[in-house]
């Protein structure tokens, strides 16, 4: 199963930017003196700047759906245990600590209000990370000890 996952803004990055803006013209607008008046300035483009930035959000390109990404790092030496897992159960996937190396990456794609969840497993090649399975999907409740 192929998807592509690009990425947009969530509501949080929009919230975030809108509320930036206008703290911005509020302080740039008010007679409070001169700084207060530069800061508004300066947080308001800075607002506008991550209006266009900001993009912490993935959306899956042929549905529309948009999916929360999280990552789990994995030492080397767990590559075959995490493909088999990935393949056949991965409810019984303990989170990585991240701490003893990254050559094993899981990325996941949840989104709670279907209850969909992709899974895949890459391995680190010099300068990249090359898949090592198939893009898995699974319902959020296989997956719900990846994603606390």
């Given at each position: 199963?192929?998807?592509?996952?690009?990425?947009?803004?969530?509501?949080?990055?929009?919230i975030?930017?809108?509320?930036?803006?206008?703290?911005?013209?509020?302080l740039a607008l008010?007679?409070?003196?001169?700084?207060t008046n530069?800061?508004?300035?300066?947080?308001?483009?800075?607002?506008?700047?991550?209006?266009?930035?900001?993009?912490?959000?993935?959306?899956?390109?042929?549905?529309?759906?948009?999916f929360?990404?999280?990552?789990?790092?994995?030492?080397?030496?767990?590559?075959?245990?995490?493909?088999?897992?990935?393949a056949?159960?991965?409810?019984?996937?303990?989170?990585?600590?991240?701490?003893?190396g990254?050559?094993i990456?899981?990325?996941?794609?949840?989104?709670?209000?279907?209850?969909?969840?992709?899974?895949?497993?890459?391995?680190?090649?010099?300068?990249?990370?090359?898949?090592?399975?198939?893009?898995?999907?699974?319902?959020?409740?296989?997956?719900?000890?990846?994603?606390?």
């Amino acid at each position: 199963m192929e998807k592509n996952f690009v990425k947009v803004q969530s509501g949080k990055d929009i919230i975030t930017s809108i509320s930036l803006i206008v703290l911005g013209v509020a302080l740039a607008l008010l007679p409070l003196g001169g700084a207060t008046n530069v800061t508004g300035i300066c947080v308001a483009i800075t607002g506008l700047i991550l209006v266009f930035t900001l993009k912490n959000g993935y959306k899956e390109s042929e549905s529309g759906e948009r999916f929360v990404k999280k990552e789990h790092y994995y030492p080397e030496n767990m590559k075959a245990e995490l493909q088999s897992a990935v393949a056949a159960n991965p409810n019984t996937i303990a989170q990585g600590s991240g701490d003893k190396g990254n050559a094993i990456r899981l990325e996941i794609f949840y989104n709670r209000q279907s209850g969909k969840a992709f899974v895949q497993l890459f391995e680190y090649v010099p300068y990249k990370y090359q898949p090592c399975t198939d893009m898995m999907e699974y319902n959020l409740s296989q997956i719900e000890n990846l994603i606390k």
